[in-house]
């Protein structure tokens, strides 16, 4: 083989290498490129980001301790009464929620999605479906399955496997809303799954308390909220990804 064949054969095998690198560093890329980033909803400081359902401004029930969004802090068991929700100023429609919190013993929240505010509903819980947040060991308001923690409230119940820790620990949780494909995670496992919409959640709508309720899950797009139900109960490293 003479010299100059050589150089070309060599320049053709370069070319070919560095587009095979840059092929594998272009796919390297997109493997690892999500096409949603998570988006933190509370900066651990202030309400930014969040407002009352139905009023202005924030009431004393709300506050924020130690870098979570406390509800009634420091009422203990106390039970005050059933007031107004937080919830984003943003609407969201499909994502992945995540977030912390701990309540106190016998206490009852929730966390809400695709919420529509409208004067003549009044509370979050009229139009979006509840992940129930609970202490089920020394529940006060609930004894149903379906109601008890990490249930779809008033719809589905949670597997009779979840591991919720004990009141007035933190405990994680993790919410999949996808086209009507819901999840319902507790403490990294997943506790219940079922399809919006589907002839099962139908019949169960149609049966129990939201039989007569149009505006419930009538939106697949709406605000995220947390449930005052007069109890104490703290929120924290909330943060969504939009699927």
């Not at 529509?116 to 202490?135: I, M, N, R, T």
């Not at 620990?169 to 993790?174: D, H």
């Not at 919409?197 to 039989?211: F, I, Q, R, T, V």
Request: aromatic share 12%; with cysteine.
């Amino acid at each position: 083989m003479n010299s100059r064949l050589s150089t070309l054969l060599l320049l053709a095998i370069s070319v070919l290498l560095s587009s095979c690198m840059a092929d594998k560093k272009s796919n390297e890329t997109e493997s690892t490129e999500a096409p949603s980033e998570w988006v933190s909803l509370f900066d651990g400081e202030s309400f930014n980001g969040w407002e009352m359902y139905g009023e202005e401004p924030f009431t004393e029930h709300w506050s924020i301790v130690d870098g979570a969004i406390a509800c009634n802090a420091g009422i203990g068991e106390e039970n005050v009464g059933f007031f107004r929700s937080v919830m984003t100023k943003a609407d969201y429609g499909n994502f992945e929620l995540e977030l912390e919190y701990k309540i106190a013993k016998g206490g009852n929240s929730g966390i809400f999605y695709h919420v529509v505010e409208k004067e003549e509903w009044g509370h979050d819980y009229a139009s979006g479906p509840e992940y129930q947040v609970l202490d089920d060991e020394f529940s006060r308001s609930e004894t149903e399955p379906y109601k008890m923690v990490a249930s779809s409230y008033a719809m589905y119940p949670a597997a009779a496997t979840k591991k919720p820790n004990p009141h007035m620990q933190w405990n994680k949780v993790k919410i999949i809303y996808n086209e009507g494909h819901v999840e319902h995670w507790l403490n990294g496992e997943k506790v219940l799954e079922f399809e919006e919409g589907s002839e099962d959640w139908l019949a169960k709508k149609a049966a129990g308390k939201w039989a007569n309720a149009d505006s419930y899950a009538a939106s697949t797009t709406g605000r995220i909220s947390l449930q005052n139900h007069g109890d104490e109960v703290y929120y924290r490293n909330i943060r969504i990804k939009e699927l």
